[in-house]
């Protein structure tokens, strides 16, 4: 099974500062590869597909890069409604979520 | 719009199965591409995947939970239904069941799981 290692599993960043997830395969994935935002007590909401596509109705703020086994996840600009735990998701092989990271607001 | 909503007893004995049903509304489970998954959230801690169930039928399962889970489907109620059977407290989670679309021709990139359900709480305990 494809095991994802993301990190950090926590931050804390003032509001503006660019932040910036990342999330590695154990495998290579191709851009098979997804970003999830979860506000406490809430669903996940995916942010991006595709490794880098932002989905409809998601601010710019947030974007994607990467392929292969390394995958990255920025928030240009920190917001306060940005404090949420943030998940990659892998669909190459079934699903696996990473770990997690749990953004706080300085 | 699609839109999920997860049912079952918040409450299950150890040894016994847990049974959730997903009712879907604003799409049809049998719509080609669609991939009806089943997750869940220990708490505090992060996501884990069941298994899916895909529009034509078929359906997969996490390695880890496989022995134990079966994802099916009603056509006629629209519904996809997850049991997981020989409970104990490790299973005690919080529930979602979410869909994707499959592949978006702009892109060719396969979407992401874009609608949720609130979530259902089961605690596993006598």
């Known amino acids: 099974a494809i095991q994802m290692t993301q990190s950090p599993s926590s931050l804390s960043a003032s509001v503006g500062a660019r932040v910036t997830i990342t999330c590695r395969a154990s495998q290579g994935i191709g851009n098979r590869l997804g970003w999830y935002q979860q506000k406490l007590g809430k669903a996940p909401k995916v942010l991006i597909y595709g490794a880098s596509t932002l989905q409809s109705g998601v601010t710019s703020r947030f974007s994607g890069s990467g392929s292969g086994t390394d995958f990255t996840l920025t928030i240009s600009s920190l917001q306060p409604e940005d404090s949420a735990t943030y998940y990659c998701?892998?669909?190459?092989?079934?699903?696996?979520f990473g770990g997690g990271t749990k953004v706080e607001i300085k | 719009q699609v839109q999920l909503q997860e049912s079952g007893p918040g409450l299950v004995k150890p040894s016994q199965t847990l049974s959730l049903t997903c009712t879907v509304s604003?799409?049809?489970?049998?719509?080609?591409?669609?991939?009806w998954s089943w997750i869940r959230q220990h708490p505090g801690k992060g996501l884990e995947w069941i298994g899916y169930?895909?529009?034509?039928?078929?359906?997969y399962y996490s390695p880890s939970l496989q022995s134990r889970v079966t994802i099916s489907r009603d056509t006629s109620k629209n519904q996809f239904s997850l049991k997981l059977n020989s409970v104990n407290a490790a299973d005690t989670a919080v529930y979602y069941c979410?869909?994707?679309?499959?592949?978006?021709?702009?892109?060719?990139?396969?979407?992401?799981?874009?609608?949720w359900g609130q979530g259902t709480a089961v605690t596993v305990s006598s």
């Open positions: 998701l892998q669909d190459y092989d079934f699903f696996t």
């Open positions: 604003g799409a049809s489970i049998t719509s080609g591409g669609y991939y």
């Open positions: 169930i895909y529009y034509s039928g078929s359906a």
């Open positions: 979410a869909s994707r679309r499959g592949v978006d021709t702009a892109t060719g990139y396969h979407y992401g799981m874009d609608v």
